[in-house]
């Protein structure tokens, strides 16, 4: 999963960027409105935080022009302007979410997993389920058939990301631009590795190769 | 009884005409009168010399030629009489039948109306002539009550005229009054509308006498709101400023070196916890318009969906949430204020409904009813109290229903209504605000 972060504070942009890496989000970080719409337009992330008071270009105009260039990917606001009119006029402006400061940071990362599933459709969930399997973000697990398995960064990133998007053929080069910020050096043989692991960990026909196109999560055949 | 330009227009109106038609009439009658009664002296003074003229001196001295004067003199009390004395003798003429006419001392004209038969006014002449080297006094009088009687008729008359023309007069006159006044009752239904907020501004073609009236009213509102948009921006500015600190802070609290120590950290927690608190309540007091703008509305088949949109956003997974209200209903409150009201009205129930949340918004009569219910525990009734207290202390409420009410409360008290606390027949808790119509 890879975030933008957009936030011109810059003492709390490093406290979140470093709580959601930790999470095992990719996360891009931008200061300016400017940046922040062209890059937010250009760069295929999976969901976008977003400050309303940015130098530049103000948070709601940059929301509009993305909703305007049809960019549908899912907004959270994150702004101390806290009235209900000026929520729902981040809302019309297309906003997915809606998160005052101050916050705790749980509250947050809660709002963004929330969001991603909902976004991919798993309204209604509190963890991720697909396919026989549980994920655990907080923990970091997987639940596959009452077992707890666990999981390394890598392989969580990889299998929350196949979970989201259970049945589609995703290629590595689109893999490798969600799971890895953009200053991150892509190695698609390093994504074979953690497909590999992850076969060994849940089952062989759990993630299917496709010659010449990429892999596909079925979650068939799982096996403790 | 409030002043009034058009009451007291026609009333100064009225009372001017009936003074100076009264005092035009009575005038009037006073000249004629004194007219006639000159003309009727020329008369009498006349025949009182062609009944002198009448004498005539006869074989047994002087004698009254009876072809010579008026045929009037027979007819019994027929307004025309005279008596002649001289030497001792006495004529009266044969209208006077037994009457005696009153005594009068003066020669000449009496100025006085005497009294004569069968309720006749007299206007008597009493002359000194010599003839015949007699002294002879002739006396004539005339019956003037008929002139009286029509004078009478004529004040009848005149007084009906005089009523039926006061009374047009005054219908014109309100009529007139009313047009001309007819931009003022313009205004002023335009500031009831604003006053109800069904406009929010007054027309600008008003008459060149209101022309500085009308664009006073509206530079003012234009002023209000320009200044209320102004302060909001600051204080938002401020908040922000305030708040990311506070961000800040709250994520610092995170980090490990703190986590080793958990009492410093609940200590900062809540300390950081209650400057938020204070924060977020004063700045949406501050934020409050009140009744600055007469213009402003809210409309609740405009606004409410939106709220609602996003209520389910956050609360839609576990509960349901619905509205009541008429769709063409507007609350005459400014919709800042109405959606800070219900939103925290709303956001705390969903805190503490178990699965259903329901917002009513109605009219009664002039006021309007805003019904919040939810199926969550309610509160006791002794706690009911503590939450409604006015001014109870930010900290002793941080709990439960408390914060979320308080900020509930501060704006119904700026908006003049009043809360109370019901049980809701979901079997929770029922929050019903009272808003005062605003005029």
Known sequence: ?224 | MKHSIQRQLTFSLAMLLVVVGLVLAQAGLWIVDRGLRQHMQDNLQTQAESLLAALIKGPDGIELNSRHHDAVFLKPFSGHYFIIEFNQQRWRSRSLWDFELPEVQAMGFSEQLRPGPEQQQLLIYQGQYRRYKTDIKVTVAHDYSPVLISFQQAQIIGGGLGILALLLTLLLQWRLVRRALQPLEQARVQIEQLQLGQRSQLEQDAPVELQPLVQQVNRLLLHTEDTLQRSRKGLGNLGHALKTPLAVLMSLLRREELQKQPELLALIQEQLQQIEQRIQRELTRARLSGDALPGAFFECGQELPGLFQLMNRVHGDVLTLSWQAAANLRLPYERDDILEMLGNLLDNACKWADSRVELGIEQVGTDYCVRVDDDGPGIEESQRQQVQKRGSRLDEQSAGHGLGLGIVRDIVETLGGTLQLLDSPLGGLRVEIQLPARL
């Open chain 1, 1 to 224: 999963m890879r975030l933008l972060l957009v936030e011109d504070n810059v003492a709390l942009a490093d406290e979140l960027c470093a709580g959601l890496q930790q999470l095992g989000y990719a996360v891009d970080w931008l200061a300016d409105g400017r940046d922040a719409a062209y890059q937010g337009a250009v760069e295929p992330y999976d969901l976008i935080i977003l400050d309303l008071g940015l130098p530049g270009l103000s948070g709601l105009e940059v929301l509009a022009q993305w909703r305007a260039a049809a960019i549908s990917t899912p907004v959270l606001i994150l702004t101390a302007r806290s009235t209900w009119s000026e929520r729902i006029d981040g809302l019309k402006a297309g906003a997915d979410d809606y998160l005052t400061k101050p916050f705790h940071q749980e509250e947050l990362y809660l709002r963004v997993q929330a969001l991603l599933r909902r976004s991919h459709g798993f309204a209604n969930q509190n963890h991720l389920q697909a396919a026989g399997l549980g994920l655990d973000e907080a923990r970091q697990i997987v639940h596959s058939q009452g077992q707890e398995i666990e999981l390394t960064g890598a392989e969580f990133r990889l299998l929350r990301y196949f979970m989201l998007h259970q049945g589609q053929i995703l290629s590595k080069s689109h893999l490798a631009e969600h799971l890895y910020d953009g200053e991150t050096e892509r190695d698609s043989n390093v994504l074979e590795v953690h497909v590999n692991h992850l076969r060994r960990k849940l089952g062989r026909t759990v993630i299917e190769t496709h010659r010449g196109q990429g892999y596909r999560f079925t979650g068939a055949g799982v096996q403790p």
